[in-house]
């Protein structure tokens, strides 16, 4: 490590201290000392909550969309949801809080790459599982709720609740009260969660697939396994991904989870796909179909 990397860490240290959720061997990559001390200190304190999403510490795990692949969302949007181009104002409101760094995009003007990212997976969640999502969604990994946000523009949902580590759980709580949702939200951790739940569709992006192993068999057990309907972002599951050593494998998942399809693949990041289950539309030529049954 560079000096100069080495005297902002410890800078970063002194600043906001450290703190893990979980023990070691269980902690996802985000779960560090530094981003859950950061997201602490960020719901705490109105200045760096006020342009948390563009500090280097928050970076680092959020908010890391290059303008680039920006583009290639909005891209995405204007071939297959082209109505939410129009009214893109509903979901700029993602913009206004937190001070993200936003860029100029043909046809929508100034917005954050990670906004477009949320408006794409919110227009597919539409396609595959319809305008009114109703009932209980579940949100492994919520990050500081921009998706719960672009969501509630979009589609119908009664209550949403988001799992995270306990620190980033307040941080959600800050952003998502700055706002007037349609639905209702509550924050929650896996420990706090029974497990006798039934949730109508459950949601994770680049979250349940970066959590260990033993963490993921819980979540499948409490909250996966128990949703009738799945969108679930992965970088991990296979080789060559991202996040592939210490995480379930494909195999492992098709084994453990409902019967899911694969709905997209490669198209953002390489080794990046996204399995679905429960939904109403299964595109043709799409890739890999888990045959078993529940
Ligand atoms: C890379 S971020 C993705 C955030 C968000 N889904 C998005 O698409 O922007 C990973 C998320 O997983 C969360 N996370 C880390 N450990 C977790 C755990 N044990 N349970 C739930 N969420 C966790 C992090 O706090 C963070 O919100």
């Known amino acids: 490590m560079k000096l100069a990397s080495k005297l902002r860490r410890f800078y970063h240290r002194v600043q906001f201290g450290r703190e893990h959720s979980s023990k070691r061997g269980l902690r996802s990559a985000s779960d560090n000392g530094l981003y859950p001390a950061f997201c602490r200190k960020a719901a705490a304190n109105s200045l760096l909550f006020s342009q948390f999403r563009r500090h280097s510490v928050y970076n680092q795990i959020l908010e890391h969309v290059p303008q680039a692949r920006g583009q290639r969302y909005l891209d995405h949007v204007a071939e297959h949801y082209p109505d939410l181009l129009e009214r893109y104002d509903d979901f700029r409101i993602n913009d206004t809080v937190g001070y993200p760094r936003t860029f100029e995009f043909e046809g929508i003007g100034t917005t954050s ?100 192993q033993a963490v993921q068999q819980t979540y499948i057990a409490k909250v996966i396994s128990r949703s009738k309907r799945g969108y679930i972002t992965m970088n991990s599951g296979k080789p060559g991904t991202a996040f592939f050593d210490g995480r379930m494998t494909l195999e492992q998942l098709e084994a453990a989870l409902p019967a899911f399809e694969i709905v997209e693949e490669n198209k953002f990041g390489a080794g990046e796909y996204i399995i679905a289950w429960g939904h109403k539309t299964a595109p043709k030529s799409r890739a890999r179909v888990n045959t078993k049954r529940h």
């Open 113 to 212: 790459p990670t906004t477009l990212r949320y408006v794409k997976v919110a227009g597919q969640i539409r396609e595959l599982f319809g305008e009114n999502l109703e009932g209980d969604i579940a949100e492994i990994g919520g990050g500081y709720g921009g998706q719960l946000l672009v969501l509630d523009q979009l589609v119908g949902f009664r209550r949403y609740t988001i799992f995270d580590l306990a620190p980033v759980n307040l941080l959600v709580e800050r952003y998502l009260d700055c706002f007037v949702l349609n639905g209702g939200y509550a924050t929650t951790t896996l420990n706090q969660c029974a497990g006798d739940h039934q949730f109508d569709l459950v949601i994770s992006n680049y979250a349940f697939s970066e959590l260990p």
